[in-house]
């Protein structure tokens, strides 16, 4: 069955700091593995997707992830942080019956 | 072009009572879905309907139901709303891609509900 675990639950960081958010898959086939970024009270918005190709993606708002097949990973990662990045994220594997990890909420620190 | 939007944004049911969240989308997306989010638990995928007429168990469908009768509809019934239902509900609608499968999905604001 597929799973995603993000072992972080919370995590925080100085503005400007670069940031990794690790995630870690389980799914039976090539993956399609997602990140999603949630702001207080609103819904997901896409960072960034992996489906084949580069192992390496860019996404929006300066963020990029790269895939690891050997470590069954994709990790989150932005070079510098700024504080419009506080939100919840949430990485997420497999197509239409989608499965999301419990999610990493990022503090940012003046 | 409204997106995804979602019917109401909040409501507080009694145990037993029921209610039908409607989610509506005006970007002529084929897939549609019911999420609901509960603290430290991520999203779970409630029922999820591939195109008109059609509908699909997702993770956790227990004590749900889904219409799909107009493709740019999904509504979600609780026919008896028990305290584990409280939760946020969250829609969400996807374009079919049939080259790559490639499936983004965009989400609506979401309905917090309280069963009491």
């Known amino acids: 069955a597929q799973s995603v675990t993000q072992p972080d639950i919370h995590i925080t960081v100085s503005e400007g700091a670069s940031l990794e958010l690790r995630c870690n898959y389980s799914y039976g086939a090539t993956p399609y593995l997602f990140w999603y970024v949630q702001s207080p009270g609103q819904g997901l918005q896409l960072l960034l997707k992996y489906f084949s190709g580069d192992t390496l993606v860019q996404g929006i708002k300066g963020f990029e992830a790269e895939f690891k097949r050997s470590q069954s990973s994709f990790n989150l990662r932005k070079p510098s942080v700024h504080w419009s990045d506080a939100a919840e994220y949430f990485c997420?594997?497999?197509?239409?019956?989608?499965?999301f990890g419990a999610g990493t909420r990022l503090t940012v620190k003046p | 072009n409204a997106g995804v939007t979602q019917t109401p944004k909040f409501r507080v049911l009694k145990t037993g009572q029921s209610m039908t969240l409607l989610c509506a989308q005006d970007m002529n997306h084929e897939y549609m879905y019911w999420y609901r989010q509960d603290p430290g638990m991520g999203l779970r995928l409630i029922h999820y309907s591939v195109g008109e007429g059609t509908t699909a168990k997702g993770e956790v469908p227990d004590g749900y139901n889904v219409s799909r009768l107009k493709k740019q509809n999904f509504l979600l019934g609780l026919e008896s709303a028990a305290p584990s239902q409280t939760s946020v509900y969250f829609c969400?609608?996807?374009?079919?891609?049939?080259?790559?499968?490639?499936?983004?999905?965009?989400f609506g604001p979401g309905t917090r509900l309280t069963v009491l």
């Open positions: 969400a609608s996807s374009l079919l891609s049939s080259g790559s499968s490639y499936n983004e999905q965009f």
């Open positions: 997420a594997v497999g197509n239409n019956d989608m499965r």
